[in-house]
């Protein structure tokens, strides 16, 4: 994913580029420092931050939740996936759970491991790549750059 933002204030104008897993928080943050948010109250920032209600919520994001509450420290198969995001939710096609896996895989949310008939994929967290404890996995890095124009 790539966000280019441009600010300008008093004629001074500066582009800034993030690329790669960006978290909302993150942005947030950012343009806070910046000083867009000045003369809005820090409340109303962190209300810009907060989760979004269900009902607005992607479907991506919906999967990412479900899969961060269901799996978060163990290996799980897109069928696996589907199983019990269709006993808690909705219905899904496969092919719609496998798509959203391998979004997630290249934004570094997850990691994944076996051939494609017997992928497997398991959140990234900080306990997992501080040290590899599966020899031969790779890990994706999920972090951001930001570029000023100045």
Known sequence: MKVKIEIEDDGMKSTHVFEGAIAREKI???????????????EMVKKAASPKPEENRTLRDRLEIFVREEFP??????????????AASDDIKLSTVSTYLSRMY?????????????????????????EVKYPGTIFKEASWKAESGW
């Open 106 to 130: 290249y934004d570094g949310v997850l990691e994944r491991r076996g051939n494609r008939n017997q992928r497997q994929y398991r959140l990234v967290t900080e306990e997992f790549t501080s």
């Open 28 to 42: 947030i943050d950012f343009l806070a420092a910046a000083g867009v948010f000045s003369g809005r109250t820090e």
């Open 73 to 86: 420290e163990s290996w799980f198969s897109s069928n696996e996936l589907k199983d019990r995001y269709e």
